[in-house]
């Protein structure tokens, strides 16, 4: 980290997989943090499939240097920073075709480079699955913790081990697990009907002594809002919920 930054607490968001949701997960839990009043900044290291720009709605901004390696992050309506490769090339949907030790450098340099000053917390978007850019996040970043964002289909609680197996390994404590699409919601009656079946969460958890931080529904309006850069005009019972489990952190 750069001599004009400090970071107090710098908290990953992991998926073993990818599709569940991760991206959204990084920013309801940034912005119920800056809604307690922390300072909050997020790290997109997902180079090759970037969310956090849009999620944000801040696609159509681009981060700039000051000729002296440092890099000013794009900093949303409610002062919530962030940096994302998606800030620094010509069009958002230009894909990003490196190999891993470049994506590594790339991560390394929104660490080291980008003027972060004073915050609280730093959620980093990791990259989905164990592999190789997860693997020098864990071992070259300053891990606080991570929270693991699963989906309910049996397949996944093997996935989700893999996760825990590897922050385990790493000495990166587990903060908790969050389960999207959980199930869906009778606008009429307010049933949950499990469109995946029945979820696994509890067993996953119990194995591997986890804390459940939520169980969040297949929601159509969040769906919608982040698609629109949005997402901080939602709210629901289980958000109000969550956001009270973010004190914790």
Request: glycine share 8%; with cysteine.
């Amino acid at each position: 980290l750069n001599e004009y930054s400090s970071v107090k607490k710098v908290i990953g968001v992991v998926s073993g997989k990818g599709g569940v949701g991760k991206s959204s997960m990084t920013t309801l839990l940034a912005k119920a943090a800056n809604a307690k009043g922390l300072a909050v900044g997020v790290l997109d290291a997902d180079i090759t499939g970037p969310s956090i720009p849009r999620l944000f709605n801040l696609q159509h901004e681009k981060a700039y240097g000051d000729g002296q390696n440092q890099i000013y992050p794009v900093v949303d309506e409610d002062g919530i920073k962030t940096m994302s490769i998606n800030y620094l090339i010509e069009e958002e949907n230009t894909p990003v075709i490196w190999r891993g030790p470049i994506i590594n450098s790339a991560i390394q340099q929104f660490w080291n480079d980008v003027l972060w000053e004073d915050l609280d917390v730093l959620f980093i978007d990791m990259p989905p699955g164990t592999g190789d850019v997860p693997l020098t996040i864990f071992q070259s970043l300053p891990l606080d913790g991570i929270v693991i964002v699963t989906s309910p289909q049996e397949l996944v609680s093997m996935i989700v081990s893999k996760a825990v197996n590897m922050a385990k390994k790493m000495n990166v404590p587990i903060l908790g697990i969050v389960e999207n699409m959980s199930y869906v919601q009778c606008p009429d009656c307010g049933k949950k009907i499990f469109v995946f079946g029945k979820s696994h969460l509890q067993d996953v958890a119990d194995k591997y002594d986890l804390k459940i931080l939520g169980q969040l529904p297949l929601d159509s309006e969040l769906t919608q809002l982040s698609d629109m850069g949005m997402i901080e005009n939602y709210s629901s019972d289980w958000l109000d919920e969550f956001e009270e489990k973010v004190k914790n952190f």
